[in-house]
């Protein structure tokens, strides 16, 4: 493993596409390999400027057709900004800043040109505080292309699909509220299309990994638990997927995160059975990235590394790209065989 | 609107399964027409008895292939016994009772005979806390059943299918965590099924009510918002579907439930066109049934109404099924021209 000349994408690099807003993140990529290039969807967060005394939030208004900010005074009664990241009033979670998405391309997979325009931008009223972690899958010729849809009424987690990143046609909420960290598997599995996801349950404080099926990647069933946090281990307080798995000859190879109670967010691996990915053959006992480089322990939310996407080089390699600290796009170079040397 | 003679099933009716444990609910059941028959589902909620200094909680072991009890004592550092429904420990939420479905055969639908044994029991790792309120659909010559599965992993819904009530077959989880309040419209619209689905989310403190479609009954996306609670009215607190919806030629009528501020559960009417039911053309100003009788004020949780089904007898009549108070099967006769008029 070794970490890429880091950050490859910093918020300077961009500009926001509202005016008046500043680029606060740019993290948590989903990559793909198109024709020689290295493509990535950079989630980039922007955050709209507080009046003096007031916590700003941003939504896209659907009636309006574009994003408007309202300034919360800091003394309404009831409010909660505690943490930088969110607004709490009466129970109702506001974000503040709003997130896009935006393709950067590359022909080493080290250096990228970002594009001044978004890919996919909110425009559903489901999309209202944003658009994040978009997650790719290269499948039966087509990119496919999950991400989470914040909003009012819950997070969902949108599935579009494109073949050139230009258009990206959209297919639904294929996961309702809440579910984050939605990745679909490469190819089908026993006749159908299979995905990871995390949906988020009050009974338990610890969100887990699932698994679903699809006929159609539209329509998603047989719902099932694959895997939860270990507790008091540095996978103990939640897990999802990272990036969407690699087909092995030893099996699916899943980069996931993991947090540990204090918040810190590293990458492990699982290995699951290629005929019945419910089945877990190994996982990592000790993480395979933490945090420990300056961009990923200090940035908007200090000691994270959190992917959504490798990509195999010609040269054999696999750089896992991850977000640093809520606030960079970082790369580290591996292969598969040491990872699964690191696991089996 | 008219009481029937209330309640129709106690839990002093009923025997438990298990030897130790006292039924204390017998509520929230799912109904449908059988030929001449009137049949339930009865969610049938059983406790097993404290040791003394001890709060118990019961639940499914899927390695033992039976219901285990443990005995939390009260002391235990962390521990929250103060709602009779849950215990809480570190987050992890616990129930006090666990839950079976149970059918009960009628001829008039007033007078109920109850089965001995289980119709669904719990019997899978998500059903690890019970299987709660069913909802029935007759649909293509069979009926199917959904139903609230509670496990320490999540409150999943599960759909099964019957065409005698004597064996049912799973189609597994068709929503994740955290979901209830799931109801199969009787008949395919635009070529899919269509289904009322209620998702939690932590971005909105009041539950509200969703629809999806399905090509197959057992994958379900496109999720969609259908409507929330309404701010400071009776159902401003939190809604969900009830009985699955009706037919009629002024659109799709829909029973609900919604709760206010204090925790009162009432029903209400919505009316949903028919070739597109996330339209809404009604929506009932004031309560259909509100608490006001001795087992819907008094019970395990005191001022419920809850439904899960009704079906219209042979006099045209349209008998609502309700939970009352989280105890008790009581019925209210209407008409469906009754509601309509209501509504219009």
Not at 41 to 63: F, N, Q, T
Not at 147 to 159: D, F, M, N, Q, W
Request: aromatic share 8%; proline share 7%.
């Amino acid at each position: 493993m070794k970490r890429l000349d880091n950050p490859l994408i910093s918020p300077s690099d961009v500009r926001p596409l509202a005016p008046g807003f500043e680029v606060i993140g740019t993290f948590n990529a989903g990559a793909a390999r198109l024709g020689q290039e290295v493509l990535l969807l950079v989630r980039v967060a922007e955050r709209p400027a507080s009046e003096p005394g007031c916590v700003a939030y941003a939504a896209y208004d659907p009636k309006a057709g574009r994003i408007t900010t309202r300034q919360l005074p800091l003394d309404t009664p009831g409010l909660d900004a505690r943490d930088p990241r969110v607004v709490c009033l009466h129970g109702q979670v506001y974000l503040t800043s709003i997130s896009h998405v935006r393709l950067a391309r590359s022909r080493d997979g080290i250096s990228f040109s970002i594009g001044e325009a978004a890919a996919i931008a909110p425009e559903t009223t489901t999309e209202e505080y944003g658009v994040e972690d978009p997650r790719i899958t290269r499948i039966e010729g087509r990119y496919v292309v999950n991400y989470s849809a914040i909003a009012s009424v819950g997070i969902t987690t949108v599935l579009a699909q494109t073949r050139d990143f230009r258009s990206f046609e959209r297919l639904g909420a294929g996961f309702c509220p809440d579910n984050k960290d939605v990745a679909i598997f490469p190819e089908k599995i026993g006749g159908r299309y299979v995905a990871f996801h995390r949906p988020s349950s009050g009974f338990s404080p610890r969100p887990a990994m699932w698994l679903a099926s699809s006929p159609d990647l539209i329509h998603w069933g047989d719902h099932r638990f694959l895997a939860g946090p270990r507790r008091g281990e540095w996978d103990g307080s939640r897990i999802g997927c990272g990036a969407p798995p690699i087909k092995t000859e030893k099996g699916w190879l899943e980069i996931y995160h993991g947090a540990d109670k204090g918040g810190t967010y590293c990458l492990g691996c699982m290995l699951l059975a290629l005929e019945d990915p419910g089945r877990i053959i190994a996982r990592s006992k000790e993480p395979i990235l933490r945090p420990e480089a300056a961009c990923e322990k200090a940035g908007f939310v200090p000691n994270v590394c959190f992917t959504c996407g490798a990509v195999e080089l010609d040269d054999g390699s696999l750089v896992i790209y991850y977000g640093g600290a809520d606030e960079f796009v970082c790369g580290v170079a591996t292969s598969v065989e040491e990872l699964l040397s690191g696991l089996l």
